[in-house]
């Protein structure tokens, strides 16, 4: 059996391997495409390895709205197939797949007049519904009455909202979720190593016979040898093509979306809310104790490593959210922001080497080499079976169906037992049942390595701080077991302490360094090193949000 674990050992190990090994399948970008492709591709038995040049889930799989839903827009384009579709991986996720992170959420479809519009959304959530057929994991929608909605959502405008329609899809923490399946993939033997940028391809004529590639921790340059490479680079693929002298079959242009984070108090609403935008739709989204609120969509040529939100975007937030709400939300309230590119994918005229299906593409632009872009979280499995399915014809031999339908995540297992033993779980090992709670909602049955650190190390039972859920375990855990090697990866994606914490959590960074730091053996350079290269990726990030801020505080003074 593999070990699912991630840290500065495996890594130093996975290097190792990449230069030694030759693989079926080397999958180039850890996103949740990346990682689906090679979680399908390794439980079908074959040799994998997985290269990321930032971190796991560091480009858009960690910056989304979160949501594991069928797409309600794609409803009134009339195409059904893509919701039922959606709304299938949906249940898989919820029930089976990792019940532990993807959670049911409800949303409050706010109406604003008394018939029509009741009887046009309504018919839409129930055909929404009875899509996923037979599958019962969330609840059906229901029709809220003008008295109720205001009881249920104080903060929607009475003078404006005349009832609602509550409808159910599901939410996840996005990077964790991406991880869990790097991890799973790993515990089904693929290699995976961060830090690995891919530079240029290894042909012989004119097949790709593997990628050279650079271990930005070290320096070195790799040869890494596969039967198929398969890339799932998002919206770095043009980048890629060009780099790697493909004639590709699609294009991938960008599109930014950003969100803002706000505490619970700014929206009084026991349900999120899903608002009609003139471009699209804004989602208001419970969030712990916070919302996150978004998103713009806005097409975009700079950066792929750092999107950043400008004043205008989150200015577009405000002003959308504050149709409805009262009292109206202010900049100065937002604890967060983040921004994400969105893969937008269009094939080439006349390609012959693509296949547009759903919202995704996959393409085989020379042999040994396929690659996939597009899509949306929602669908990752398909489109990690999608392309495996396409890159096993490189292999020339007969290989195994897709088993991921049936393969839960690492944590999954047991989940649903432990929740009911919450209680025993807090008295044997001291902590709060709220933490116990917190905890398996981010790893499952994998608690017990949680639990296995606190108990060999029982300072890290604390509080990483007493506004934040999270306990230093975590921290440790996310350099021992989560690949994490530095703090912005614990800040940013291990945790969502970047846009749940007062400052962006940059007074936690000294002490977030002192708790990894044994882990990654740091000396004290490393910390202030890595501590200084979060204030100033924070920096960049947040310049427009205080702009804002100071704006709107000249006005209101
Ligand atoms: C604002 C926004 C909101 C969204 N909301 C939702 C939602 O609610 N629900 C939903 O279903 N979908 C949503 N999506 C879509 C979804 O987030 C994306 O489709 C998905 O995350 C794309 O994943 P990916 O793995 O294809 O790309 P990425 O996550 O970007 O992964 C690509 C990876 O390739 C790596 N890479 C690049 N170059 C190299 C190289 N040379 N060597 C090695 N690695 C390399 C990058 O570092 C990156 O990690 C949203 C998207 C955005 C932008």
């Given at each position: 059996?593999?070990?699912?674990?991630?840290?500065?050992?495996?890594?130093?190990?996975?290097?190792?391997?990449?230069?030694?090994?030759?693989?079926?399948?080397?999958?180039?970008?850890?996103?949740?495409?990346?990682?689906?492709?090679?979680?399908?591709?390794?439980?079908?038995?074959?040799?994998?390895?997985?290269?990321?040049?930032?971190?796991?889930?560091?480009?858009?799989?960690?910056?989304?709205?979160?949501?594991?839903?069928?797409?309600?827009?794609?409803?009134?384009?009339?195409?059904?197939?893509?919701?039922?579709?959606?709304?299938?991986?949906?249940?898989?996720?919820?029930?089976?797949?990792?019940?532990?992170?993807?959670?049911?959420?409800?949303?409050?479809?706010?109406?604003?007049?008394?018939?029509?519009?009741?009887?046009?959304?309504?018919?839409?959530?129930?055909?929404?519904?009875?899509?996923?057929?037979?599958?019962?994991?969330?609840?059906?929608?229901?029709?809220?009455?003008?008295?109720?909605?205001?009881?249920?959502?104080?903060?929607?405008?009475?003078?404006?909202?005349?009832?609602?329609?509550?409808?159910?899809?599901?939410?996840?923490?996005?990077?964790?979720?991406?991880?869990?399946?790097?991890?799973?993939?790993?515990?089904?033997?693929?290699?995976?190593?961060?830090?690995?940028?891919?530079?240029?391809?290894?042909?012989?004529?004119?097949?790709?016979?593997?990628?050279?590639?650079?271990?930005?921790?070290?320096?070195?340059?790799?040869?890494?040898?596969?039967?198929?490479?398969?890339?799932?680079?998002?919206?770095?693929?043009?980048?890629?093509?060009?780099?790697?002298?493909?004639?590709?079959?699609?294009?991938?242009?960008?599109?930014?979306?950003?969100?803002?984070?706000?505490?619970?108090?700014?929206?009084?609403?026991?349900?999120?809310?899903?608002?009609?935008?003139?471009?699209?739709?804004?989602?208001?989204?419970?969030?712990?104790?916070?919302?996150?609120?978004?998103?713009?969509?806005?097409?975009?040529?700079?950066?792929?490593?750092?999107?950043?939100?400008?004043?205008e975007d989150v200015q577009y937030i405000l002003d959308q959210a504050n149709r409805v709400l009262t009292p109206p939300l202010k900049?100065?309230?937002?604890?967060?922001?983040?921004?994400?590119?969105?893969?937008?994918?269009?094939n080439n005229k006349g390609s012959e080497t693509t296949k547009l299906s759903r919202e995704h593409t996959v393409d085989r632009p020379a042999p040994g080499f396929v690659s996939i872009a597009g899509g949306k979280y929602t669908t990752y499995r398909i489109m990690g079976k999608d392309v495996i399915d396409l890159a096993v014809n490189e292999l020339h031999t007969l290989s195994p169906d897709s088993v991921t339908e049936k393969l839960p995540l690492v944590g999954a297992d047991g989940y649903f037992a432990l929740v009911q033993q919450v209680d025993r779980i807090a008295n044997e090992s001291g902590l709060e049942a709220a933490t116990v709670t917190h905890l398996l909602n981010r790893y499952g049955s994998m608690i017990s390595e949680i639990l296995e650190l606190i108990k060999n190390q029982p300072a890290l039972s604390k509080a990483l701080h007493k506004d934040l859920p999270y306990i230093k375990a975590e921290i440790y855990y996310a350099a021992s077991h989560e690949g994490a090697q530095s703090v912005d990866d614990v800040i940013s994606r291990r945790t969502r302490i970047a846009f749940e914490a007062a400052n962006h959590g940059v007074d936690l960074a000294g002490d977030i360094a002192a708790i990894i730091a044994p882990v990654l053996g740091w000396s004290a350079k490393n910390r202030r090193e890595s501590i200084s290269a979060y204030e100033d990726l924070l920096h960049r990030e947040t310049q427009a949000l205080d702009q804002l801020r100071v704006a709107q505080e000249k006005v209101s003074s």
């Open positions: 059996m593999f070990l699912s674990q991630l840290n500065p050992g495996q890594r130093e190990r996975a290097i190792a391997e990449l230069a030694a090994e030759d693989f079926d399948v080397l999958v180039i970008g850890g996103g949740v495409t990346g990682v689906g492709a090679a979680l399908d591709a390794a439980s079908r038995g074959l040799k994998v390895a997985l290269i990321e040049s930032q971190d796991i889930a560091a480009g858009t799989s960690s910056r989304s709205s979160k949501l594991i839903h069928g797409g309600l827009r794609y409803l009134e384009q009339y195409d059904f197939r893509l919701v039922r579709e959606a709304l299938h991986e949906r249940e898989l996720l919820v029930s089976t797949l990792c019940p532990h992170l993807v959670k049911p959420v409800g949303f409050l479809f706010p109406l604003t007049e008394k018939f029509k519009e009741r009887t046009y959304v309504g018919a839409g959530l129930a055909l929404y519904d009875a899509l996923r057929g037979f599958q019962r994991a969330l609840p059906w929608h229901k029709h809220i009455s003008q008295k109720q909605i205001h009881e249920i959502a104080p903060s929607l405008r009475p003078d404006l909202v005349t009832g609602a329609i509550k409808y159910f899809d599901a939410q996840v923490d996005d990077a964790r979720h991406t991880l869990s399946v790097a991890r799973t993939a790993a515990r089904h033997g693929a290699i995976i190593a961060t830090r690995v940028r891919a530079e240029s391809l290894i042909r012989e004529k004119k097949r790709v016979i593997g990628v050279k590639a650079t271990d930005l921790v070290s320096g070195k340059s790799l040869s890494i040898k596969a039967t198929v490479t398969v890339m799932c680079a998002g919206i770095w693929s043009d980048e890629l093509h060009e780099k790697f002298e493909l004639k590709a079959g699609y294009g991938v242009t960008m599109s930014k979306g950003v969100h803002i984070v706000l505490p619970g108090s700014a929206i009084q609403s026991n349900a999120g809310i899903i608002l009609k935008t003139p471009v699209s739709v804004l989602f208001l989204i419970p969030w712990g104790d916070k919302w996150i609120v978004g998103t713009t969509d806005t097409p975009y040529t700079g950066e792929r490593a750092e999107p950043f939100a400008s004043r900049a100065q309230e937002i604890i967060g922001v983040y921004a994400g590119l969105r893969p937008l994918v269009a």
